[in-house]
């Protein structure tokens, strides 16, 4: 029973609440009074509490309902309830098969998961959550994308808007009636947004070269009786230690493409998401991993973001820009010294932030930094007395308080842009292949716990807020508040 016979008169002065409750109630009477069998079937308990019926009930009864046997005398456990005492396996008996067979590796959700909470991994392997509306909208989007990529002439045929017509009725019925034409406008948007960034990023012909995935069924192929599907979509890739794996939505010759039909992020958002050493609210790894297994797959150097809504309403226009919804990752080679003078993002964004002491001569600012010993955490750079002092002598600036403070700030602006081993501006994503590396370890660490954990029990260890968790309401570990997250301003 959800509440889509109802109204919420939070807010709403307009509404008579108290008239609306009484209608509600005199609904849920009617509705537990039909049929020749009531049953109503509730969790035993909810985010750690023992459950108590809705407040409607007192409503119903002309009295307060603290409990379901105020409701009924007769209450039935489900078929799950033991009430035997718990018999606990001990610990390492071999009754699952090999750990190896539980935990195959960490695709993006699964990492992220586990990055999250080793608990929270637990739960999204064994519980199955409800497709919801974004999801589905998401899948709408992707398969669109396989089938214009696969069969562009159908699609320009057709017509998208008879496309659109036809998958509109089915992702509307998941939203409110008085949303359907918004839903709709929304469908249009991205499905013509997806058109135009797959125009501008393949070409040539596209092999018709493989079966589709039967489990995952695109809607576009079966309704033109499609058998064929192609390698350039859909592209599964595995690490080469086989801890991280994923699926390509496309792979053309220089660059991965996924397709994001979400909110819009901006690049700082998108690396803070990726941070090891301070957790996001909602911590968001793929970047990182499609970068690096496709680095290793086929050698290409770009991950392409692509945000089907971005800046939705301008890109309505016939001239929008469509570059201005991509987000480019690149992972660049070499240490934190060639990368500080060589890299182009780190040099444009010092033109905008430095003093014009030091925006004269740039690359041989930075130069002069990247030849001192630095200290691979850059928030101790603008104390090292080595780059001080070789910044002062080659600023031509006589070595004083004021200088000193003047050359630190400028130092500090290089050692935040660098932080984290991620570079990047408005558009641009520059991970070192430093940051690679100690993912790979992190990520490798573990896979090697959750290993441990698979023949026994898994912890809970909480980087995020629990009450942020999607499981929170499942778990029965103690609350625990400590994850100091932060989200894009």
């Known amino acids: 029973m959800d509440h889509d016979w109802d109204i919420n008169t939070a807010g709403k002065r307009y509404i008579d609440s108290e008239a609306e409750t009484e209608k509600n109630a005199m609904k849920i009477t009617a509705m537990l009074q039909q049929g020749e069998r009531r049953v109503y079937v509730v969790n035993s308990s909810k985010n750690g509490k023992k459950a108590r019926p809705a407040l409607i009930f007192d409503t119903v009864f002309g009295r307060s309902v603290s409990g379901f046997r105020d409701i009924c005398g007769k209450i039935v456990p489900g078929r799950w309830y033991n009430p035997e005492p718990e018999a606990r396996y001990s610990r390492g008996e071999d009754r699952l098969g090999s750990a190896e067979e539980i935990i195959e590796g960490f695709s993006k959700t699964g990492f992220n998961a586990y990055f999250s ?19 589905e909208f ?12 696969c069969y562009p002439d159908i699609v320009r045929s057709e017509g998208i808007g008879k496309l659109i017509d036809a998958v509109s009725d089915r992702y509307s019925g998941l939203s ?57 979509c ?24 996924d397709y994001k039909t979400g ?20 911590p968001e790894f793929q970047p990182v991993i499609y970068s690096a297994l496709a680095n290793e ?22 001239d929008y820009d469509i570059e201005r919804s991509v987000r480019t990752v690149r992972i660049v080679d070499g240490d934190i010294n060639s990368v500080i003078r060589e890299n182009e993002i780190l040099r444009e964004k010092l033109e905008k932030t430095l003093s014009i002491k030091f925006k004269e001569n740039i690359p041989g600012f930075l130069k002069t930094i990247s030849e001192c010993d630095l200290d691979p955490d850059p928030a101790f750079w603008d104390n090292n007395s080595e780059v001080i002092a070789a910044v002062l002598r080659f600023s031509g600036l006589k070595d004083g308080k004021t200088n000193r403070e003047a050359v630190r700030r400028a130092v500090r602006k290089v050692a935040k842009a660098v932080s984290g081993g ?5 558009r641009r994503i520059n991970i070192l292949t430093e940051n690679i590396d100690d993912f790979y370890r992190a990520a490798e660490e573990m896979h090697r716990d959750a290993l441990k954990y698979a023949l026994s029990e898994f912890p809970a260890e909480p980087r995020i807020r629990c009450r942020d968790c999607r499981f929170f309401s499942s778990c029965t570990a103690e609350i625990s508040d400590s ?4 989200e894009e301003p």
């Open 117 to 135: 909470c080793p608990r929270m991994f637990f739960f999204y392997k064994i519980l199955r959550t409800p497709e919801e509306k974004d999801a």
């Open 138 to 149: 998401g899948s709408l989007i992707h398969e669109f994308a396989q089938f214009y990529i």
């Open 176 to 232: 409110t009636p008085l949303m359907k034409d918004l839903d709709r406008d929304r469908i249009a948007c991205a499905m013509k947004n997806v058109t135009r960034y797959i125009d501008s990023r393949i070409k040539a012909e596209v092999p018709l070269d493989r079966v589709p995935d039967p489990e995952h069924e695109n809607r576009f192929f079966k309704m033109y009786g499609l058998e064929k599907g192609s390698s350039v």
């Open 234 to 257: 859909e592209s599964p890739c595995v690490s080469r230690t086989r801890i991280l794996y994923g699926i390509f939505d496309a792979v053309t010759d220089t660059a991965v493409l």
């Open 263 to 282: 909110k819009a992020r901006s690049t700082r958002h998108i690396c803070d998401s990726m941070s090891l050493s301070r957790p996001a609210r909602y």
């Open 297 to 318: 797959g086929a050698g290409h150097r770009d991950l392409e973001l692509f945000y089907a809504l971005d800046n939705d309403a301008e890109s309505v226009s016939g």
């Open 422 to 426: 991620m570079i990047y501006d408005d």
């Open 483 to 486: 994850g100091d997250t932060e």
